[in-house]
């Protein structure tokens, strides 16, 4: 079972910006633009902030957005809130075999 | 607007099966849309399970697929997973989800099952 590296945490000040990065593989991220990303609140449901790399659902903030370069995709929370703070997961389509492989995680901290 | 609820025994022993099921309610299971499970172990990461679409047609985890059976039952709206030969490593919060046609990723979740593999 392959899965995306994510870094295990990443950290900001109230109305800073941090970046998520999420490196799979030319079978996954880099062959396809279906990445998505989850947040993730303690002992809830995760929900779906960013798909197709880069949109948002309605009711998603602005703040938060989605690039991919290559095998990597990223994702970028501006103005962090105390809100936030959560679980955020990727996750890409990687063709019909597998089909969905998700990230290894990142705890996001507000100092 | 569409809600999942998966419902089952909080407990299987092991080598039993593990049978949940996910109820939908403000949408249909007809609809042209993949119905999937997630699963995530106790302070881990989520794993993509499986999915049914709307004719019938699934598709599974490799990893998981010679113990897995995914199926629908329009009549009552649900689709249900069934996990064979259980061990402690299927211990997880088991997620149902939609992925509507045209879409990558699951863009509505249920609350979650907790499902605890023990004797």
């Known amino acids: 079972q392959s899965t995306l590296t994510q870094p295990p945490s990443a950290s900001g000040s109230p109305g800073q910006s941090v970046t998520i990065s999420c490196t799979g593989t030319?079978?996954?991220?880099?062959?396809?633009?279906?990445v998505s990303w989850y947040q993730q609140r303690p002992g809830k449901a995760p929900k779906i902030i960013i798909y197709?790399?880069?949109k948002r659902p309605s009711g998603v903030p602005n703040r938060f957005s989605g690039s991919k370069s290559g095998n990597t995709a990223s994702l970028t929370v501006s103005g962090l809130q105390a809100e936030d703070e959560a679980d955020y997961y990727c996750s890409s389509y990687a063709g019909s075999n597998i089909i969905y492989v998700f990230g290894t995680g990142t705890k996001v901290t507000v100092l | 607007q569409v809600q999942l609820k998966e419902s089952g025994p909080g407990l299987v022993k092991p080598s039993g099966t593990l049978s949940l099921t996910c109820t939908v309610s403000?949408?249909?299971?007809?609809?042209?849309?993949?119905w999937s499970w997630v699963r995530q172990p106790p302070g881990k990461g989520l794993e993509w399970i499986g999915e049914?679409?709307?004719?019938?047609?699934?598709n599974y985890n490799p990893s998981l697929k010679s113990r897995l059976t995914i199926s629908a039952d329009k009549s009552k709206n649900q689709f249900s997973l069934n996990l064979r030969s259980v061990t402690a490593a299927d211990t997880a919060v088991y997620y149902c989800g939609r992925t509507p046609d045209d879409f990558y990723g699951l863009d509505a979740w249920g609350e979650g099952a907790t499902v605890t593999v023990s004797s």
């Open positions: 030319s079978s996954d991220v880099g062959a396809y633009n279906f």
């Open positions: 403000g949408g249909s299971v007809t609809y042209s849309h993949w």
């Open positions: 049914i679409y709307h004719s019938g047609r699934t």
């Open positions: 197709h790399v880069s």
